[in-house]
């Protein structure tokens, strides 16, 4: 092969692929038509790739996602207090420094929003919580801002943008 084929073989592999995962980002927005544009990018569409295979994807999207109802808060207080006991005991952790091996470049992560928030101040991007049946909530997503903002104001902070699910089967039970 010479370097043209190279090239227009990649390019057709590469229009598979990403047919493929705008295929299923456009299934889920039309499954999900309840969720927040925010949260099937940031939080859904990414496990993708975290399951064994797609029925396993479809499967936790039936059983967990589906009937989440979803609400979005501006200026959500946040205090340690609010979460949930698991929640709580991981916040605690990292804010002492554990680092997760399962979660791909977390020391780097962790020090990109420590700059960012020394910079720019609390992130306006959306966290994602989960309240759970007693009240409290667990934090599903922006971990690493979540962190360095406690780290920073301990006694708690205004967090800009929230997406709450309202009734996520297991969100702490």
């Not at 705008?22 to 999900?32: A, R, S």
């Not at 406690?150 to 969100?171: C, E, H, R, S, T």
Request: no cysteine; glycine share 6%.
């Amino acid at each position: 092969m010479n370097l043209r084929e190279d090239i227009d073989r990649i390019k057709q592999v590469m229009g598979i692929l990403t047919e493929k995962r705008e295929g299923w980002y456009n299934y889920l927005k039309e499954k999900l038509s309840n969720v927040p544009e925010y949260v099937l990018k940031d939080w859904i569409y990414r496990k993708v790739d975290r399951f064994k295979d797609y029925e396993s994807f479809i499967n936790w999207v039936d059983e967990f996602i589906v009937d989440i109802k979803w609400e979005y808060q501006k200026d959500f207080p946040i205090s340690m207090d609010i979460f949930s006991d698991k929640t709580k005991n991981e916040l605690e952790e990292r804010i002492n420094g554990m680092l997760r091996m399962d979660v791909e470049n977390d020391k780097k992560r962790h020090q990109n929003q420590k700059e960012l928030l020394m910079t720019r101040g609390i992130s306006k991007e959306p966290i994602i919580l989960f309240k759970t049946k007693d009240g409290k909530y667990n934090l599903g997503e922006g971990w690493h801002r979540t962190v360095q903002t406690f780290i920073v104001f301990p006694d708690g902070f205004i967090q800009p943008n929230v997406y709450i699910g309202l009734n996520a089967k297991g969100a702490g039970d």
